[in-house]
């Protein structure tokens, strides 16, 4: 891969970053309340004591460029603040205890979806109007219109609720003691099932859709008609020549959803009570819990830019073309 | 002599000439529209929710409240309340009627913003080309590759806090105006990209050069040249993003950004949450509103991919 390829792409993703940086900073502006706003409510305050605070927490300074740079250089070195809600606790302590439950349910997620939504929107599109299609791609398209949530919501009630196979919320059993790293991981499992299961059918119907495009379009390449010449069965033009190519557009695609795919595992930790990123989220919205929300928002967009970068470089691996 | 003379072509009636065109071109649509049986369904669909969202009382009566609450709490359907009651002991076909209108114009008025926002810059941005386009671009690439329903997130509960939550504005509360402002600020970037690539092949067409020929100024070439002709797109990519709008703000709504006092099915859904029904099984109490978001957002996908594949130039058939 050329190095200025490379270096180009670097630089966009780092100029997002800052530019995302620079807009946290302005929300911190924006908001409401302020260290001296609340002292103010002290009837006895003296005006050189406001001035004295204003200057311990520099906003004597002008916002653009003193406060930026402090602002900047903070966040650079892992300083997000701390919690209203939880006080003291510093922002990156509170995110970084939810941050393992949202990954593992989004990994697994994605990893389920991609599978089983590429092989599903593949065989739709290469058996175009059959009734496998029919069926395949119906479901796919009222999938992609439900909202993770409202994908959550019945699979409690009939798998948890009425059935009783899956606990309905939690990552595991309060107050439980495992005798071994096993039970453990069962009851973690048994958790996590109906979680993964929402994300990863919100997932699926999306990326079948996409998939079954991107075949139907490589189905008139010339490379398809030249196989097909050459004699080789149906499966085999599929696996070797019409799969792999039309794989490459829906690496950016996965890559772009990641945004998605977050606000979509949001709502289903909600529903199922899941202690990640989501809920932490959702909890500090509620509790107006301003540094949380900033740092959740600086955490998962800085990783989708990362994925995104990523994903160009993977395509650039993958498709000579792109690199020129 | 007068057979020498050139045979000019005359329009008696020039309006009446380019109304017959336009009916005839309206005529083709709807042919060509009537075929694809999905667009049809679709359509079907958004009427009945249409006619519910604007005159819900008419079925329903007026919208209950805690305190003109009809039943008993938590009632599964029976046959005062067709589809049961809710922790306060509203009736729910009562509620979910109601927020198909609540629903319905957020949906509407965030899809407005989406379009002009990204209709203006995608027209803009294609036109002037250079430098202005390359600034509108990085920042257009920007809102795309950011994840917007985050950015929502925070952005709305800070505006409510700045402007105070019991604002009204035309009979909608400021909670709901926030959620349609957060929903356009953060959604407009696909549609500026989609118009903007429009917008590059259209001005390098002979009628954009004839009319800077006779004068026009890019403001009005823009207006009355290249914007007739990426009204085809625009339509099609308002009924998909109106399908966005539905799902973000039944999100939001649904992670606490929405009103009590004028609830939308997400609304619905987050009272369900709050109150625990999916534990208790109350399914009477989740499965109206959540159909009727599945089947809106489903229906204007289907008519939005229909007109898309009729109208867009680019794309290709999807079927």
Redesign the interface.
């Known amino acids: 891969m050329g190095g200025r390829y490379l270096a180009r792409r670097g630089a966009q993703a780092l100029l997002t970053i800052f530019a995302i940086v620079v807009l946290n900073f302005v929300l911190f502006r924006m908001m409401p309340g302020s260290p001296e706003r609340v002292l103010l409510r002290n009837p006895y305050l003296t005006q050189a004591k406001i001035e004295q605070v204003r200057k311990q927490w520099g906003l004597d300074k002008p916002l653009i460029p003193d406060q930026l740079v402090a602002y900047t250089t903070s966040t650079l070195s892992g300083d997000l603040g701390y919690s209203l809600k939880f006080r003291g606790t510093p922002v990156t302590d509170v995110i970084g205890q939810r941050f393992w439950p949202t990954i593992l349910l989004i990994g697994f997620a994605e990893a389920i979806a991609i599978v089983v939504g590429l092989a599903v929107g593949a065989y739709a599109g290469w058996h175009r109007g059959g009734v496998g299609d029919r069926i395949g791609s119906g479901i796919s398209l009222v999938l992609y219109s439900m909202p993770y949530f409202v994908i959550g919501m019945p699979l409690i009630i009939i798998f948890a609720s009425s059935f009783g196979w899956f606990p309905t919320s939690g990552m595991l059993t309060v107050g439980a003691t495992y005798p071994g790293l096993v039970d453990r991981l069962i009851d973690f499992g048994r958790h996590l099932a109906l979680p993964l299961a929402t994300v990863s059918l919100g997932l699926i119907g999306g990326y079948s859709i996409l998939m079954r495009s991107s075949i139907i379009e490589t189905r008139s390449e010339d490379y398809v008609t030249t196989a097909r010449a050459k004699g080789l069965t149906d499966r085999r033009i599929l696996r070797s020549h019409a799969f792999p190519n039309a794989l490459l557009p829906m690496v950016t695609i996965i890559a772009i959803n990641l945004g998605y795919v977050v606000a979509g595992a949001i709502t289903a930790e909600v529903v199922f009570n899941w202690p990640g990123l989501g809920t932490l989220t959702v909890d500090a919205l509620s509790a107006r819990d301003y540094p949380i929300l900033e740092g959740v928002f600086l955490l998962l967009s800085i990783t989708v830019v990362l994925a995104n970068l990523a994903a160009d470089l993977v395509y650039g691996l993958l498709d000579p073309r792109v690199r020129a | 002599m007068s057979a020498a003379t050139p045979a000019v072509p005359t329009v008696p009636n020039l309006r009446a000439e380019r109304w017959r065109l336009r009916i005839r071109s309206a005529r083709d649509f709807g042919r060509r529209f009537s075929r694809r049986a999905d667009g049809v369904v679709g359509l079907v669909i958004l009427l009945v929710f249409a006619v519910l969202a604007i005159a819900p009382q008419l079925f329903v009566g007026p919208l209950e409240t805690v305190t003109r609450a009809s039943g008993a709490p938590l009632q599964a359907p029976s046959s005062a309340h067709l589809f049961g009651t809710d922790e306060l002991g509203r009736d729910l076909l009562n509620l979910t009627i109601h927020g198909a209108r609540i629903s319905m114009a957020i949906g509407f008025l965030a899809t407005i913003i989406t379009i002009v926002v990204g209709a203006i810059i995608g027209i803009v941005a294609g036109f002037l080309g250079g430098q202005i386009d390359n600034v509108l671009m990085r920042f257009t690439?920007?809102f795309?590759?950011?994840?917007?329903?985050?950015?929502a997130?925070?952005?709305a509960?800070?505006i409510l806090?700045?402007i105070g939550a019991d604002a009204e504005l035309l009979g909608i509360r400021a909670t709901l105006l926030v959620i349609v402002t957060v929903i356009g600020v953060t959604s407009w970037a696909a549609t500026a990209r989609i118009i903007r690539s429009q917008v590059l092949s259209i001005r390098e067409r002979m009628f954009v050069d004839r009319a800077r020929v006779i004068g026009g100024g890019p403001g009005h070439i823009m207006r009355r040249h290249i914007l007739p002709n990426v009204v085809n797109l625009i339509v099609a990519n308002t009924v998909l993003t109106f399908?966005g709008a539905v799902?973000t703000e039944?999100?939001l709504s649904?992670?606490?950004?929405g009103d009590p006092f004028q609830p939308s099915w997400?609304q619905i859904?987050n009272a369900?949450?709050g109150s625990g029904a999916?534990?208790?099984?109350a399914?009477w109490y989740?499965?109206p509103p959540?159909a009727c978001?599945?089947l809106v957002?489903?229906a204007f996908?289907?008519v939005g991919n229909a007109l898309d594949d009729i109208l867009n130039p680019k794309s290709?058939p999807?079927?």
Request: glycine share 8%; no cysteine.
């Open positions: 690439d920007f795309l590759v950011l994840p917007t329903f985050v950015l997130i925070i952005l509960p800070v806090d700045v399908a799902f039944t999100t649904f992670i606490g950004l997400g859904l369900a949450q999916p534990g208790l099984g399914w989740i499965a959540a978001v599945v957002i489903l996908t289907l290709a999807r079927r």
